[in-house]
Every structure is written in structure tokens, then in C-alpha cells.
């Protein structure tokens, strides 16, 4: 809501991409996939199972590892409702000189004698649709936001006449006068890529996280073999992650062996020549969108992995 009101009061695209980020992978993370259960804290590190909540009594907001089904303070999981309501309100604006497309979903937009049909398979796939259902005689001017995302992809804009020109982040438009029929395309490079956080935060120093779109990824213990947790997962940033089945991302990398057991009362330092972990072993460690996760019983999971040599 915050971004939204920046948005409408500078015009900013980056707000429009703050309030996509936060309703992809926070918002979306929050209910459970039968939409009975919620998150009230966004975790982006799991490192216990822990266990299955109550359902005939509220649950601590923060102590679960699963979604519950109700808490002692329940103000979130009627915010999420509010807002799924309200989802329509940010795809859009208008003014004098036309519309803006902030939010990318399917949509009919009707003002100002101009009604446009969007379609868009968004963000699984990055082609998004502008057919010109109605418009006036004049120019006006059509504005799609391109995602902060792209940056190191290739993004195109492709007119009504096959004309096609490369975007960068910000914002794409297009002035004329349109007639029914037209239609605008927006190609976006959807694809698995590598993120790194700033280095000044000392949490996640030497770790990488993917982004497909504008979709954060996570290893969950579910998808790991031998019952290992996510803190097995070291990946391999000099390698490209790619597409997997069913949504899913491969990341190259290697897991710590099998059977690992800590001592979480030994002291947690040691001298380089004493034993370590167990050798690692070469592997493609399936992630699943950061939204998707505890939705197949208690887990572990990271968003930010370490990688290979850390």
C-alpha cells in the first residue's frame, strides 16, 4: 500500500517494482495453498522442521515452522484477504496523456474512451499482451513498466506493426493514435538467474540466491535425498541455474554427505586442520518458488545458499 501511494505521488516505476517483489514472494508466501493456514513471519531461513500446529487453538505468530491455522493476534490474515480483494486497483493508471500499465495479469481496462485487453501468462512466461479494444481519434500514449529484474536480459517491445525495439528497466511506451486491433507486446527474458546480496549484510556474505522473473527461489529439505536439511545445499554460482519440471529450478551444486550429525552444544569452531563436514557430493539441487514452501509438511529451508568453497 505503501508503494502504491509513492507511486501514484512520483510516477517511479522502481515503487511499481518494490510492490511486485513484496506481492510474489511475501505476500503470496503467507496462506497455504487451501488458503487455511497462514504465515505471520516471512522466514528466509529454516534450519528446523519443527512441528505441525494445533488446529482447534491459536498459534504463537512467530514460533511455528508451518502455516497455522489462527493466531492470538490475527490482523495479517485478514489484511492478505483484503488485499487479494483489492488486486485489480494496481494494475492500472490513467491520465491525460493516456494509461499505464504497472502490474502485469489478465485484465480488461476501460477509461477515457480507451478500453484495452490484456493478456499474459505472467510470470511464468514473460510475453505480456496489449490488444486496443476501443480508442479515441488522437494520440495518446501507451506505458508498460519493464521490471528492475531485466537488467542483464534482453527485453522487447513489439508495436502493431512487427516493428520491434529493445527496453530497458523503467518504462516502455508507445504514442499514437491507435486503432481496434492494434496490439502491443512486451517480451521479458523469464529465465533462472543468479542474485547477490550487497555485501554489507554479514548474514548472507558468500551466498547467492535465484530469481526466475520476479519469483525468489528456495531449497526446501522435501526435495533433498537421504533425508538431508537445507544447510547440506552449496552451490556452484560459475554455472547457470536452469528451468526444471513443474516450475521447479536446478541449481548446479553439491551436498554435504549424508548422515552429517552436529553437536549443537560443541563449540562451533575449529582449527583448519581438524575434520570437518562430511566430502561433499556433486548435485542438481531442485528450489521451488519462496512462496510455495512448508506447503508439504514440516521443513527445512534457505533462500540464500552458500557456495561451492564456503
Do not use: K
Request: aromatic share 6%; hydrophobic share 35%; proline share 10%.
Amino acid at each position: 500500500m505503501l508503494s502504491w501511494r509513492l507511486l501514484l505521488a512520483t510516477g517511479e516505476p522502481r515503487f511499481a517494482d518494490l510492490a511486485e517483489r513484496t506481492l510474489f514472494n511475501v505476500v503470496a508466501a503467507s496462506p497455504a495453498e487451501d488458503g487455511r493456514a497462514f504465515f505471520y513471519a516471512n522466514t528466509l531461513h529454516r534450519r528446523r522442521r519443527g512441528t505441525v500446529p494445533p488446529a482447534d487453538s491459536d498459534s504463537p505468530r512467530a514460533e511455528s515452522s508451518l502455516r497455522a491455522p489462527w493466531f492470538a493476534v490475527s490482523c495479517c490474515p485478514t489484511n492478505v484477504a483484503r488485499t487479494l480483494a483489492v488486486l485489480p486497483a494496481y494494475l492500472a493508471t490513467a491520465s491525460d496523456d493516456g494509461i499505464q500499465l504497472h502490474q502485469y495479469a489478465d485484465a480488461e481496462i476501460t477509461t477515457g474512451g480507451i478500453a484495452l485487453r490484456v493478456r499474459t501468462d505472467y510470470p511464468s512466461g514473460g510475453t505480456v499482451s496489449v490488444r486496443i479494444a476501443r480508442s479515441p481519434d488522437r494520440p495518446w500514449t501507451l506505458s508498460l513498466r519493464v521490471p528492475a529484474w531485466t537488467e542483464g536480459g534482453t527485453a522487447s517491445l513489439v508495436d502493431a506493426d512487427g516493428t520491434r525495439r529493445t527496453v530497458t528497466p523503467g518504462t516502455a511506451t508507445v504514442t499514437r493514435a491507435f486503432r481496434p486491433g492494434d496490439e502491443i507486446r512486451l517480451e521479458l527474458p523469464v529465465t533462472p538467474r543468479w542474485i547477490a546480496p550487497d555485501p554489507r549484510i554479514d548474514a548472507v556474505r558468500g551466498t547467492v540466491a535465484v530469481q526466475r522473473g520476479p519469483l525468489v527461489y528456495c531449497a526446501e529439505s522435501v526435495d533433498l535425498p537421504d533425508g538431508r536439511e537445507a544447510d547440506a545445499v552449496r552451490v556452484d554460482a560459475h554455472a547457470e541455474p536452469a528451468d526444471g519440471p513443474d516450475g521447479t529450478v536446478v541449481a548446479p551444486g553439491e551436498l554435504a554427505g549424508p548422515g552429517e550429525q552436529r553437536d549443537v552444544r560443541a563449540w562451533p569452531y575449529r582449527s583448519p586442520g581438524q575434520a570437518g563436514p562430511s566430502p561433499a557430493e556433486p548435485h542438481g539441487v531442485v528450489l521451488v518458488p519462496y512462496h510455495s514452501w512448508a506447503n508439504r509438511g514440516p521443513s527445512t529451508m534457505r533462500v540464500w545458499l552458500p557456495t561451492t568453497g564456503h
